[in-house]
Nanobody, 127 residues
Framework: QVHLVESGGGLVQPGGSLRLSCAAS????????WGWFRQAPGKEREFVAA????????NYLDSVKGRFTISRDNVKNTVDLQMNSLKPEDTAVYYC????????????????????WGQGTQVTVSS
């Protein structure tokens, strides 16, 4: 069993930045895929970003491209999400997800492709 713990959420003004981190328990692996998803009040959970552990290939939701950057540390078994130029519509609970499967680009955004999920961290963008 893998446990994921997110940190770094909080309240930030529009245009500001936050960095989310997610740490996984257990032995570090160079295979598999990390993902970040978010769920705003009254909305379905949606894909935000993902990255493959072996080659670091990322995938992003169109609305966050150029503003968010996902990165991973295979030694520490962690994944980060650097969020810049935040907008009120980025307000949501952000969830870290992990799987031992190395997904192709088109599959990285599917929730059902991930086996483990964190408890979520709240990000609020408001003035």
């Amino acid at each position: 069993q893998v446990h994921l713990v997110e940190s770094g959420g909080g309240l930030v003004q529009p245009g500001g930045s936050l960095r989310l981190s997610c740490a996984a328990s257990g032995r570090a692996s160079r295979s598999g895929t990390w993902g970040w998803f978010r769920q705003a009040p009254g909305k379905e959970r949606e894909f935000v970003a993902a990255i493959r552990r072996n080659d670091g290939h990322p995938n992003y939701l169109d609305s966050v491209k150029g503003r968010f950057t996902i990165s991973r540390d295979n030694v520490k078994n962690t994944v980060d999400l650097q969020m810049n130029s935040l907008k009120p519509e980025d307000t949501a609970v952000y969830y870290c997800a992990s799987t031992s499967k190395t997904w192709i680009l088109s599959a990285m955004s599917r929730e059902e492709g991930y086996d483990y999920w964190g408890q979520g961290t709240q990000v609020t963008v408001s003035s």
